[in-house]
């Protein structure tokens, strides 16, 4: 059985923008596996990895070619009141109205406008979200081929536990397979300890924590016995790709970065004390192809001036745009002026819902967007974690959305708000030189450790 490392840390700190300089403690690998993660990256490791946990698929079960034995299958009876996926909290719109009002005076604070309208603007695409299932019992399980769709990594130790039809996967698994230190179940809460790596998550909720970036799960997770289960399409849709990205399979070599700044022309956006989103948001983008630029890479805009680009036509720049990643910049805005912090978007993945209500619910049969599933994973988190590195925002989290520039885009792309205009600090800040400036040199470095991580993905699927 190929070697596994006992830590991911050193290109977790690549993929997580933290800073390059610890790879050089050369994080202890299991049974001697020098010259690490970080080697294998830049691709001198000598030793392989297993492969990644398929991601779901919604197709039939197949059926086995040969007979087998039943598999050993126990039923538990749920907890009272427990084992009932938690209701998602809704979260603030990130869109806005369409309708343009009147310029604020740059001498007084313009009046907040009400949160952005997700029903007009069409910045996704509606669907109503499939009702979540009760669970009624719990089946523990050693799978065979025809009890799952997609085949799990032999050898691998994956216990699969089926919570309302759904497939979980034991804590106790992932602890074995990605080599943690240590794993820790104490009441709700659950601990992924590894040198310089720590993952927590909480029983019920659908936060989860790699160190101290916050990530919103697509299911709760769940608890059976006293043991933590996280749903197999967060396992391989999310955790393994920030975990493992020289495993994502969708990874392609880019030169090129297409910035979409958000709204313009009549579409202001949203509404802000100091001004609107469309001109923040277009002032953000010239100042990224500046700092993208000087890191060596070509810019695309799909907007340089204050003009209306509809949304379909935002993705057909990035389609026709070979070797990019697609970034869409966009502020955001709340009902109550209290509202603040950073958040990050990638596409919900088949078989799963939006982070929030507004968010085009639950995907049930795939997006063009989907095809890069772990790519746009892996780049929100590069994106996010380094802004979020470098301010004190509230770290408001990577989230799932079917917003339109997403689902319909054939690169890996991304749906990056900047804070909310409608908070009078953000604001302040957000229209000011300073701000931009080092918003944009934290993404552009994002962008660079992104295409470093994905490096060796790439080189090992040649």
């Known amino acids: 059985m190929p070697v596994l490392f006992r830590s991911v840390c050193p290109l977790i700190v690549a993929l997580l923008s933290f800073s390059f ?23 001198f490791g000598k030793k392989k990895e297993e492969a990644p946990p398929p991601a779901p698929v919604v197709e039939a079960k197949p059926k086995p070619t040969t007979p087998g034995p039943p598999p050993k299958v126990t039923t538990i009876k749920p907890k009272s009141g427990s084992s009932t996926p938690a209701k998602k909290s809704s979260s603030t719109p990130t869109t806005a109205k369409k309708s343009t009002p009147p310029a604020p005076k740059p001498t007084a604070p313009a009046k907040p406008a009400p949160p952005k309208s997700t029903g007009s603007d069409g910045e996704f695409s509606q669907s109503k979200e499939a009702e979540k299932p009760v669970v009624k019992s719990v089946t523990v399980s050693t799978p065979s081929a025809a009890d799952i769709p997609t085949k799990l990594p032999a050898n691998a130790g994956w216990q699969i536990v089926k919570v ?17 230190s ?33 990530f919103i799960l697509s299911y709760p997770v769940q608890e059976s016995s006293g043991r933590a289960l996280f ?67 070509k810019v695309i805009m799909t907007r340089t001036t204050d003009t209306f680009i509809t949304l379909s036509g935002r993705v057909a720049v990035a389609n026709a745009t070979p070797n990019s990643i697609f970034l869409s910049l966009h502020f955001n805005s709340g009902s109550s002026s209290a509202a603040s912090g950073i958040e990050t978007f990638a596409l919900t993945p088949q078989g799963s819902s939006a982070s929030l209500e507004r968010g085009g619910g639950y995907n ?72 931009r400036q080092s918003v944009t040199s934290a993404i552009a470095d994002a962008v660079v450790n992104y295409r470093t991580a994905l490096r060796g993905a790439m080189t090992r699927t040649r």
């Open 21 to 43: 300089t610890s790879a050089q403690a050369d994080v202890t690998q299991a049974e001697g596996d020098k010259p690490g993660i970080m080697g294998r990256v830049f691709g």
């Open 164 to 180: 309302g039809g759904r497939d979980y996967i034991t804590g106790e698994s992932m602890h074995q397979f990605y080599r943690f």
């Open 231 to 297: 749903s197999r399409i967060d396992l391989c849709k999310l955790i393994d790709p920030v975990l493992r990205p020289t495993y994502i399979t969708d990874a392609e070599p880019f030169d090129t970065v297409v910035i979409d700044a958000g709204h313009g022309g009549h579409d202001a956006g949203a509404r802000g004390v100091y001004g609107y989103e469309k001109d923040f948001a277009l002032k953000m983008a010239n100042v990224l192809k500046t700092e993208l630029t000087r890191r060596g890479f």
């Open 364 to 435: 049930a049969s795939g997006l063009t967007g989907n095809s890069h599933d772990s790519a746009n994973i892996a780049l929100a988190t590069a994106v996010h974690a380094m802004v979020i590195s470098k301010f004190k925002f509230v770290d408001r989290g990577i989230k799932r959305a079917q917003w339109s520039v997403l689902t319909g885009c054939k690169r890996p792309g991304i749906l990056f708000e900047g804070g909310f205009v409608t908070n009078g600090n953000e604001c302040r800040l957000i229209a000011s030189d300073t701000y």
């Open 182 to 214: 240590s794993y820790k179940v104490e009441g709700k809460h659950v601990w992924f300890r590894s040198n310089n790596l720590i993952l927590k998550a909480t029983i019920g909720s659908q936060e989860l924590l790699i160190n101290n970036i916050k």
